[in-house]
């Protein structure tokens, strides 16, 4: 079974407005990572949010990672018509140090 | 440009064919991956390497054969391969040991098996 799960799966917004995504995973970790994905392409790794933290910021970015409720959001602020993509999110299930595993995705598509 | 390079970027290959992709990473990391990615699914782990060695077969069929001949580089054999083999291949690499850090994805081989 997955260990994350993103949501919205689809999310399509205007240029200059904020999205938000969510990912929720089932087992312990040591960390979550997001990444993005544009269409055909490698993933890009945007940010890792350690166990021990609540919060990360970077650029647009800002995660949030609350571990009793096993969730992470994605919030990307001001967005801009390149930030179309996929998000995922990716847990390395708490166990294992040499792998991650990755949920679904959420698809972005910001309209200029 | 993450500093992982995959060849070819895309591949059409018959049912019957062998081929293989390739995977180079020049950023020093110990460990790297085979990931496949079909439409509407999860990005699925295939392989790890790690120092080398096989760590991780996530029930791979055989008709795909990683080879791992030194940290830098990832192949991935393909023989008598079906239809639904049709996918992204992602490769990738990272430097594990304790925490796991962020893994850097080659730009891909989209390959199609006719």
């Known amino acids: 079974s997955q260990q994350g799960e993103e949501d919205p799966q689809a999310l399509s917004i205007q240029e200059g407005e904020n999205a938000t995504m969510n990912c929720s995973y089932k087992?312990?970790?040591?960390?979550l990572q997001w990444y993005r994905q544009n269409s055909g392409r490698g993933l890009v790794h945007l940010i890792l949010?350690?166990?021990?933290?609540r919060e990360k910021h970077s650029g647009r970015l800002r995660v949030t990672l609350d571990t009793s409720k096993k969730s992470s959001s994605l919030l990307i602020t001001a967005s801009r018509a390149a930030d179309t993509a996929s998000y995922f999110c990716?847990?390395?299930?708490?166990?294992?140090?040499?792998?991650?595993?990755f949920g679904p995705g959420t698809s972005l598509s910001v309209i200029p | 440009e993450t500093g992982v390079t995959q060849t070819p970027r895309h591949l059409v290959m018959g049912m019957t064919n062998k081929k293989s992709l390739k995977c180079e990473q020049h950023?020093?990391?110990?460990?790297m991956y085979w990931y496949k990615q079909s439409a509407k699914k999860p990005l699925e782990l295939m392989f790890v390497?790690?120092?080398?060695?096989?760590?991780e077969n996530n029930s791979v069929p055989s008709r795909f054969s990683p080879e791992c001949p030194n940290s830098s580089h990832l192949f991935l054999h393909l023989h008598t391969l079906q239809p639904e083999d049709s996918a992204l291949y992602l490769c990738?690499?990272?430097?594990?040991?304790?925490?796991?850090?962020?893994?850097?994805f080659g730009p891909g081989t989209r390959l199609t098996v006719t």
């Open positions: 950023l020093g990391h110990n460990a």
């Open positions: 990716a847990t390395d299930a708490g166990t294992s140090y040499d792998k991650v595993i």
């Open positions: 949010i350690r166990s021990n933290e």
């Open positions: 390497y790690n120092f080398k060695e096989q760590t």
């Open positions: 990738a690499s990272s430097q594990v040991g304790g925490a796991l850090k962020e893994q850097y």
């Open positions: 087992t312990s970790i040591n960390n």
